[in-house]
């Protein structure tokens, strides 16, 4: 039977013990998808006493379902845009669009960094084991987007942490990382929130108390990103 999470709190402080359980070798980074990913990622972090960074990644949507993913795009120099294309061909999505939207969510990216880090320099992942945490995956169009952008950041280790995901989706994305963390993989799966009680969508607000919390554990030395 698949468990319901009261709120992303609690999804974090179950997926912190289980990441918690883990032994890898060397320094960790926990990075997080804003902005659900926030309070379930400020866990893990307190858990392993590890700096805590953004991953600032946005999901393209389709037309008339904004919840399907159909591409992400993901902060760098240059951006990393992955394309799902075999939903975009299901649904006939033409490229126009994802590049019109990419746009769009760069910019929104881009008010997100200066809203959320506010001059916090970005945490150097270098050689470190680099745990990329979420609420959720459903299609893992988004995750996928971030894990191949933090790869050429050049951690030692690439880690996915989630409280929840479809079994296939995380078989999809074994390549891309190192280990996976997932605390259940329920059958069927129509949505994320189906496994919240509360999954209300966070504000600004709520993600920059969870970074304020954190205090000088969000604010670890860096190096420029890539």
Not at 31 to 37: H, M, V, Y
Not at 38 to 51: E, N, Q
Not at 162 to 180: F, N
Not at 185 to 193: K, N, S, Y
Request: aromatic share 4%; with cysteine; charged share 25%.
């Amino acid at each position: 039977m698949s468990r319901i999470f009261k709120n992303r709190i609690e999804a974090g402080r179950l997926l912190a013990e289980a990441v918690a359980a883990r032994s890898w070798p060397g320094r960790s980074v926990v990075l997080a998808l804003p902005r659900g990913g926030v309070p379930v990622a400020a866990a893990v972090a307190r858990a392993l006493g590890a700096p805590i960074d953004l991953l600032l990644v946005r999901k393209i949507g389709a037309p008339w379902q904004p919840e399907l993913a159909v591409a992400a795009v993901v902060e760098g120099t240059p951006p990393q845009l992955v394309v799902d294309e075999t939903i975009r061909t299901s649904l006939g999505v033409e490229r126009s669009y994802i590049d019109q939207r990419m746009v769009d969510e760069l910019r929104e990216i881009e008010r997100r960094r200066q809203i959320y880090l506010r001059g916090r320099a970005p945490v150097d992942i270098t050689g470190a084991t680099a745990i990329v945490v979420d609420d959720g995956i459903a299609t893992g169009t988004t995750v996928r987007a971030a894990l191949r952008a933090l790869r050429q950041r050049q951690p030692q280790r690439l880690v996915l942490a989630v409280p929840v995901a479809p079994e296939g989706t995380l078989a999809a994305l074994k390549d891309e990382v190192d280990d996976i963390v997932c605390l259940q993989t329920p059958r069927p799966f129509h949505a994320i929130g189906e496994f919240y009680r509360d999954f209300h969508q966070l504000g600004d607000d709520e993600v920059l108390a969870e970074l304020d919390a954190l205090g000088p554990a969000a604010n670890a030395s860096s190096a420029p990103r890539g």
